[in-house]
């Protein structure tokens, strides 16, 4: 990693100076950084160079990375990489892509309550997102056959039943993850089932239903159920993942013909409460919104449409980079470059879905790094999601 300076007098001041980026950033690409004198607890010696350690915290920040282990005691890979490089949050995960034997995350109610624990004990702060996939149905990490209640229903169930019952799971689901330190649930699906041909949403009962307004009730039920026991969540998929037809962990999915404006409706309105923390953007192309990228590498779809025009001042973060609609089309640095200048805060690497593309948190920000230090990004870009997810831990 290289790192721009000059000696002036006795002092050596570290200058990030303006950059120019490409079309994708609008008036983004007009930022211009002042200059920084980094105080000497800023500075580290790697290799015989100087680097920016606070710059490189901040990167970390915006990283949630999955990793092998049912343990991070001191002195293991994953409490190292969030000591050093102050890591934002985790993904945990029960079934093991490399051996199916062998729990990747998740074995049962005790071993996870110490994980959680010794992973939190790894934090400089003790602020670490520890996250999981658990929405009920078919998508739920904390199965029976671990010890835990592992029965809860799919959205599509939960809406038969009524609100009351909707208050009840949910307060129940909350409890639980609370219980074994677990501080981030990435949902609830805030999709319309408008697409009864969709696999990955319609067809596993993951929505609410087609209806916005029912969906952002049940939606709002949900979040309210984790904020109560100290959970954050996500509403998924933006801008709309219940018109598609294909599935984004396979490949390239375009949702072009199909999405619907009221797609958006849910966002809209959960925007207007106040109440989201954090929105998770999907890998589908759309050209109604960007005729180039898909919408978590797209600039146009997060800052311009979700920021600027539907005024989300809140944490967006990545579905999972490691997608095959992602993986197979952009190189590792194509994606950090485009997904930073997009305006996502949290990049989401799984380390799940390919056991032959395991991504550590050293390439991850050593290639952040080589990327503001070209000027293919901006400072500014990571210290404005560094604030944002600043806000976002300080709800804990």
């Not at 319309?192 to 949403?201: E, F």
Request: proline fraction near 3%; charge should be neutral; aromatic fraction near 8%.
């Amino acid at each position: 990693m290289k790192v721009i300076s000059t000696i002036i007098g006795m002092g050596l001041i570290f200058l990030t100076g303006c950059v120019t980026l490409d079309n994708t950033m609008g008036k983004e690409s007009n930022v211009i950084v002042e200059e920084k004198i980094l105080s000497l607890s800023e500075r580290k010696m790697t290799k015989g160079v100087l680097v920016d350690s606070g710059l490189e915290q901040k990167i970390g920040q915006m990283l949630m990375i999955g990793f092998f282990g049912t343990s991070a005691k001191q002195g293991s890979q994953i409490c190292h990489d969030i000591q050093h490089y102050n890591l934002g949050g985790v993904i945990l995960f029960d079934f093991n892509p490399i051996d199916r034997n062998k729990a990747k995350n998740i074995e049962n109610k005790d071993q996870l309550a110490q994980l959680t624990k010794e992973l939190q004990a790894c934090s400089p702060k003790g602020d670490l997102l520890i996250a999981v996939d658990q929405e009920g149905g078919r998508v739920q990490r904390l199965k029976e056959k671990y010890g835990f209640y592992g029965n809860f229903p799919k959205a599509a169930d939960v809406v038969k039943r009524g609100e009351k019952y909707a208050h009840k799971t949910y307060a129940h689901m909350g409890k639980e993850l609370h219980s074994v330190g677990i501080n981030f649930d990435l949902a609830p699906v805030v999709d319309l089932s408008i697409n009864p041909k969709n696999v990955v949403i319609n067809k596993l009962g993951r929505s609410y239903g087609k209806d916005p307004n029912k969906v952002v009730e049940y939606a709002s039920i949900f979040m309210s159920e984790m904020h109560s026991n100290h959970v954050l969540t996500s509403v998924k998929h933006f801008p709309g993942h219940g018109s598609s037809v294909g599935d984004t962990h396979k490949g390239f999915v375009d949702v072009t013909n199909d999405w619907q404006e009221k797609e958006l409706e849910p966002y809209k309105v959960l925007i207007g409460r106040g109440t989201i923390d954090t929105i998770m953007v999907a890998h589908v192309f759309n050209k109604n919104l960007d005729e180039k990228y898909p919408a978590s590498l797209s600039f146009k779809t997060i800052t311009k449409k979700l920021r600027n025009e539907m005024g989300y001042s809140g944490v967006v973060i990545t579905d999972d980079l490691q997608m095959n609609a992602i993986d197979t089309k952009y190189g590792l640095s194509e994606t950090l470059h485009l997904a930073i200048n997009a305006g996502d805060d949290i990049l989401l690497f799984g380390n799940q879905l390919n056991p032959s593309d395991v991504l550590t948190a050293n390439e991850l920000v050593s290639e952040i790094m080589n990327l503001i230090d070209k000027g293919a990004i901006d400072r500014a870009t990571i210290e404005k999601a560094y604030t944002r997810i600043k806000r976002l831990k300080n709800k804990f």
